[in-house]
């Protein structure tokens, strides 16, 4: 079988280029360029590349498999990078890998690999396929410490039908450093990366406030009264449930406080008691990897939450959320639906009451990005 | 590579078996040409006897041939030295190794065809003391510049001229005071020789005002430190002595580029002067990176803009500056390397059509 591999030259993804070409696969590489690493990092004259290229070209190298650099510059910044920022000043906590994986890996990959006569793409995601009686599924990785299914619940069931996700059933992160490591892959001890890739000096408001100045534009921090407790830096460089950088709002009438609502209109961050929260949240941009039904299941809102018990309810445009106990749901973020391992679909949780949003982008900004 | 068909020979032609036999000579004796010994003398003959036949073939004196790592050194070497003090006019579809070197030249503008605008030229020069870089063909369409006219402009100015003839020197006849030029770059392995060697030659009076880009132990008459890389200067001065042109070529040419029209893709520059080894093929609506891709997949050896160090594919700045449109992201440079066969072409045929089939197309 001709498969195409995702590969970003880390050890994930290298692995499973490799394993798959160990098994009689014709594998094609290919990594995308996201961003321009030089112009990233902010070094004049730097190559345009990271090492993460070199990396991934070395390793198809070494497996003796094609491997192709992939410009996916303009369609980063117009998928992800925009609405990540548009995001913020909206104050909403924007997920950008769920963007990416929606947009430019998924959707695009996926009509690349059908282009290039490959029957499926292979990813070095720690979730796991799963064949059942309506198809293909999408389950949660062997290892719970790896699962990376809340980032993926936006794959729609006909991508997700022509993936591969090789990793998801091994045991442990150990085991794959140990199948890189028997391949001869030479990145089998370089560090998992971290953070956002296109940050890689790891200051996000810096490349929020790149795109949306006014997201980081100086603010008070509010009670849930109103009551003015003190002044932040930028809305951009808080979300819901945060507990740093409030100052001594954070201890404000004695009981522990923590952010509980972003407002952009009035540039205000709201504060309140930790123990707070709510039950109801609304969804939209809905992906259903199940057939859509009214249904308790468990709910996860952040990426390493833990599950929440709720109610699921399909509406005409999205879906509502009861949970069971309150939380602290931040705007922008992923919930997940999952029964048991298997996720049933996802949605992106919206701002609690409707707010005027900030202008878009303006292009002339994006250009100079 | 078993079975793949090259199609790729302005990235680097096939070595000349010619080529290949002079290397190997050379790579078997010892000798720095520096030396005064016996085997230093060896070598030095080598390396003169190469630079007598370059001479020969491209014209000038043999004194007035700088040899370089290849065409890009050459090129760097005489914007450093011809353009110091002066305005640097570069045609806007002069190669990287130019618009590198030259970051704040003014662009003298194209046609359609990719063919320099010689009246903005003439209007540029009244400018004051300049340099002019010109490239003789275009590495992504072959489109041919008229030279010899934009000299007579440049000499009735008191400007040097400096021609880039990396792509056509080998494939059609190159001279050097023919041209009218003041300093021409060449490479090896574009005309079938080895790659790590190149010539900046130089007229008389270019050569006088030449200064170096490297310094060191005052080779090349002190206008290019370095020991040389003697079997690659070999090889290319055996490989410029083999070349015969790419008329032969033009028919193959033709072939290939016929049965791309008829799979929907537009040739640009074909209306114009150009090299009969090349022919760029816009596929509409298909990015030129999938093309690429797809056809290496097939087996078949193309390319397409500028590639990057990443191996990312870029727009073409050349078809941009032609005013080509979405069609500058789009197409693909198919270049016959001077031992193309029928069969290549037969092969690519059919790959280019099977792939413009399959791929794709975007919405505009």
């Given at each position: 079988m001709r498969v195409l591999v995702a590969m970003s030259g880390g050890v994930d993804s290298s692995t499973v280029a490799g394993l798959l070409a160990e098994a009689g696969h014709e594998v094609i590489g290919v990594t995308l360029q996201l961003y321009d690493h030089g112009a990233a990092v902010g070094?004049?004259?730097?190559?345009?590349?990271?090492q993460d290229i070199h990396d991934a070209r070395r390793v198809a190298d070494h497996l003796g498999i094609a491997h192709y650099v992939i410009d996916a510059e303009a369609r980063f910044r117009a998928a992800v990078m925009a609405s990540f920022a548009d995001s913020y000043a909206n104050g909403e906590t924007p997920v950008p890998c769920v963007r990416c994986n929606q947009t430019v890996k998924f959707t695009d990959l996926i009509e690349l690999a059908a282009d290039l006569g490959a029957e499926r793409l292979a990813t070095g995601h720690y979730v796991q396929r799963i064949d059942g009686p309506g198809g293909a599924e999408l389950h949660r990785a062997a290892d719970p410490a790896r699962d990376q299914s809340w980032f993926l619940f936006a794959t729609t069931r006909a991508q997700l039908e022509r993936s591969l996700f090789p990793l998801g059933g091994l045991p442990d992160k150990a085991h794959v450093r140990g199948e890189a490591a028997r391949l001869g892959i030479a990145v089998a001890d370089k560090p998992d990366s971290q953070d956002i890739c296109f940050v890689p000096s790891g200051t996000y408001a810096d490349a929020v406030g790149k795109l949306r100045p006014d997201a980081l534009a100086p603010g008070e921090i509010v009670s849930?009264?109103?009551e003015v407790l003190g002044l932040h830096?930028?809305?951009?460089r808080y979300t819901v449930g945060q507990a740093k950088r409030l100052g001594p709002a954070a201890q404000a009438g004695g009981a522990r406080r923590v952010v509980v609502a972003l407002d952009p209109a009035q540039r205000r961050v709201v504060v309140g008691p930790a123990s707070g929260g709510t039950r109801h949240l609304r969804l939209r941009e809905v992906n259903w990897l199940a057939e859509p039904a009214r249904l308790r299941c468990q709910v996860k809102l952040r990426a390493r939450d833990t599950a929440h018990d709720a109610e699921i309810v399909p509406t005409a445009d999205g879906v509502d959320v009861i949970l069971d106990a309150p939380a602290l749901p931040a705007p922008g973020q992923a919930c997940v639906f999952y029964a048991g391992e298997r996720v049933l679909g996802g949605g992106f949780i919206q701002r609690p009451v409707p707010v005027t949003r900030a202008a878009p982008v303006d292009a002339a900004v994006m250009a100079a990005l | 590579m078993n079975g793949m068909i090259y199609l790729d020979a302005n990235a680097t032609e096939p070595l000349r078996p010619e080529a290949r036999a002079a290397v190997l000579d050379a790579l078997d004796r010892t000798g720095n040409p520096s030396s005064v010994h016996a085997a230093g003398r060896d070598a030095r003959r080598l390396l003169e006897d190469a630079r007598e036949a370059i001479a020969r073939r491209f014209g000038g004196a043999p004194s007035d041939v700088v040899f370089t790592s290849g065409g890009t050194e050459a090129d760097a070497l005489a914007i450093h030295a011809l353009g110091r003090g002066r305005r640097v006019i570069a045609g806007a579809t002069e190669h990287d190794a130019v618009r590198a070197a030259a970051p704040g030249a003014a662009l003298l503008p194209v046609d359609a065809q990719g063919v320099a605008d010689l009246d903005a030229l003439e209007a540029m020069l009244r400018g004051g003391p300049a340099l002019v870089c010109l490239m003789l063909a275009n590495n992504e369409t072959g489109t041919l510049q008229p030279i010899a006219a934009a000299a007579a402009l440049c000499r009735a100015a008191g400007a040097w001229l400096h021609v880039d003839a990396v792509q056509a020197a080998g494939r059609m006849a190159v001279n050097l005071a023919a041209l009218g030029a003041h300093s021409m770059a060449l490479s090896s392995h574009k005309l079938g020789g080895p790659q790590g060697a190149g010539a900046l030659l130089l007229t008389p009076d270019a050569a006088a005002a030449l200064t170096p880009l490297i310094l060191g132990g005052g080779q090349e008459r002190g206008r290019r430190g370095g020991t040389h890389a003697l079997p690659a200067i070999a090889g290319f001065a055996a490989a410029a002595q083999a070349c015969t042109g790419s008329e032969h070529l033009a028919g193959l040419r033709d072939m290939a580029e016929q049965a791309a029209l008829l799979a929907g893709a537009v040739a640009l520059a074909a209306g114009g002067p150009r090299l009969s080894n090349t022919t760029a093929l816009a596929l509409p609506g298909v990015r030129a990176e999938r093309q690429v891709i797809a056809l290496d997949l097939a087996g078949i050896a193309v390319s397409a803009g500028a590639a990057c160090s990443s191996g990312k594919v870029a727009r073409s700045h050349v078809l941009e500056a032609m005013g080509a449109g979405a069609l500058a992201g789009e197409a693909i440079r198919v270049s016959l390397p001077w031992n193309a066969t029928e069969a290549d072409i037969a092969g690519f045929a059919a790959a280019y059509q099977t792939m413009a089939a399959r791929l794709s197309r975007s919405a505009a």
């Open positions: 070094r004049k004259g730097a190559c345009c590349a990271g849930e009264t109103g830096d930028g809305i951009a | -």
